[in-house]
């Protein structure tokens, strides 16, 4: 079958497409004839190098996201056929492998059908984005009424977390550059605030005595944190411990925990289905221009994801 990965780590110039021995669904699982897969900031550390890759050997597969057919089921799975259309979340570099691929042999658990009236290739953009959503509302444990500020809110991140944050009934402050200014607002954000330098003081004009938890979507870190009040929450998503800021827990995501939560893909899929929240594709690629799609990434201003097709 045929994937898209790099044999060294590097730039967006070392993905290629190769060709490795196909895969079957065993027990547990099924295989999903892939259709389209969704390209994520964290996929441009996998193609560097930039995590442990010691439990895989090349080519080095990145991705997370992918939708497809199951055209395979094991023999001691019940519940999916062959033919059902599904959204999956991929774990690369961990003898799973990554979503950039023909062929995902995908457990049961870490994928469910698609949302209703909803493209594969829009199906694509929600598992994993989805489930770092959830997990950073979880982390933040805030009740109704209680309030979120949240980073980098016009990335596709940042939107799901807006757009779940609001559906349970949190005040959420969200930043935005002028450029996006209508999309941050068409999220359903109570306040929206100029993005930079500036966050922290904006909110508290907002809120005197900080904000209860906040979703660094944009990884602003130091910059964002006197946003919080005491005993306010820092949901980060690179793994950073914090800056020892008194009063303030720090806690980080770490998506990998969600690779078989059923009932939260199955949430998801109901989001989107209701509404709730609303895939954004930027563009539709062939998989042979997976290093454009990087490089256009990495040069920042993307809204929604690029998604490479076979």
Not at 21 to 37: E, K, L, N, T, Y
Request: negative net charge.
């Amino acid at each position: 079958m045929k994937v898209v990965g790099v044999t060294q780590f590097g730039g967006p110039e070392a993905l290629a497409v190769h060709e490795i021995q196909d895969v079957h669904a065993g027990s547990g699982s099924v295989r999903i004839a892939v259709q389209a897969f969704a390209v994520n900031p964290t996929d441009t550390g996998v193609r560097a190098g930039e995590r442990d890759s010691s439990a895989q050997s090349a080519p080095y597969v990145p991705g997370m996201d992918a939708a497809g057919v199951i055209d395979e089921v094991g023999p001691d799975v019940e519940g999916w056929s062959v033919g059902d259309q599904v959204m999956a979340m991929a774990l690369p570099l961990t003898g799973h492998g990554g979503a950039y691929v023909e062929h995902l042999v995908a457990p049961v658990g870490s994928f469910t059908r698609i949302p209703r009236d909803t493209s594969i290739e829009e199906a694509s953009t929600v598992p994993m984005n989805g489930l770092t959503a959830i997990q950073m509302l979880e982390l933040a444990g805030l009740e109704r009424g209680q309030t979120l500020a949240v980073t980098g809110a016009a990335g596709l991140l940042g939107n799901y977390v807006v757009q779940l944050a609001k559906a349970a009934g949190i005040t959420v402050i969200a930043d935005t550059s002028e450029k996006d200014q209508a999309l941050v607002h068409s999220l359903g954000a109570d306040h929206v605030v100029p993005r930079g330098d500036g966050f922290a003081e904006a909110v508290r004009a907002i809120v005197p005595d900080g904000v209860d938890a906040l979703a660094d979507c944009a990884v602003q870190r130091d910059v964002v944190v006197p946003a919080l009040r005491d005993g306010g929450v820092f949901i980060d998503v690179r793994g950073w411990k914090g800056n020892g800021a008194e009063g303030i827990r720090f806690t980080q995501v770490f998506v990998f925990d969600e690779y078989r939560s059923f009932e939260k893909l199955e949430h998801l899929r109901h989001a989107v289905e209701g509404g709730t929240i609303v895939p954004r594709v930027a563009e539709v690629l062939p998989a042979s221009r997976a290093t454009e799609a990087h490089e256009r990434l990495e040069a920042g201003g993307t809204r929604g994801r690029f998604v490479l097709t076979w």
